[in-house]
């Protein structure tokens, strides 16, 4: 079964009197557990092909599905219920907040999909304690590493167990035994959890990890 899903997935901008294609028909399937590297030049349709699934942003055309669900991208209240329920993010950046612990990033990520309390607390030391952490919980962002940040993120990421985590150029800020170590950590949640995970990147080393890398270039998915 996939847990992720696009048939023919078109966006285009207004730019002035102009018109932007970006993306041109794309298709994509991801399966439950499997790692999935997305390659292309800068301007192929990267960012935004990932924003559509990720329901960040909605498609001009074309269908998508999340954990077998039709995403309805004409109500902004439903695509953020599913990027709730069955979506977790990755970011190049990290995008802690700085003023919150290791923890307290988590937890709120958590709180934000609607487990608070002791719960939210419970499972985000149990988030943290997944990627390695427990020993950094307490640790305000500036006091970690950059391996440790995006360890943080992707315990963010996995709050309320989503289908599907969505990375963007997670290892771009990385040093390379680093970055290993990160992308080993993806390869070992994807699998042993049956999670889809999902990285656009330019890093070769992604491919060593991915059950199948495929390359987008204008707008359409070439395998």
């Known amino acids: 079964m996939d847990n ?3 048939e023919d997935v078109t966006k285009t901008f207004r730019e002035g009197r102009e018109t932007v294609h970006v993306l041109k028909g794309a298709s994509l399937h991801l399966a439950a557990g499997e790692v999935l590297a997305l390659e292309g030049p800068s301007g ?7 924003s559509i699934l990720g329901c ?3 498609a ?3 269908r998508v599905e999340v954990a077998g669900k039709v995403v309805d991208a004409t109500r902004p209240a439903k695509l953020q219920a599913v990027r709730r329920q069955h979506i977790g993010f990755v970011f190049q950046q990290f995008n802690l907040f700085p003023a919150l612990t290791a923890l307290e990033n988590v937890e709120y990520a958590l709180n934000l999909k609607g487990t608070l309390g002791d719960d939210a607390t419970q499972q985000a030391r149990e988030l943290i304690a997944r990627v390695g952490l427990a020993d950094r919980a307490r640790f305000l962002p500036r006091d970690l590493s950059g391996g440790q940040k ?5 315990a963010r990421a996995l709050a309320a167990s989503p289908s599907v985590v969505l990375a963007d150029e997670p290892t771009a800020n990385l040093d390379a035994s680093v ?3 990160i992308l080993d950590l993806f390869r070992e949640l994807a699998r ?9 990147t330019h890093d070769p080393k992604v491919r060593r990890v991915a059950d199948r890398v495929v390359r987008i270039e204008d707008g359409r998915i070439a395998a």
């Open 4 to 6: 992720l899903a696009a």
């Open 44 to 50: 192929s349709g990267k960012t935004t092909l990932l």
């Open 56 to 58: 960040l942003l909605s």
């Open 60 to 62: 001009t055309s074309g």
């Open 150 to 154: 995006q360890r943080v993120a992707i």
């Open 179 to 181: 970055a290993a170590q």
């Open 192 to 200: 042993a959890e049956g999670r889809s995970l999902l990285i656009v």
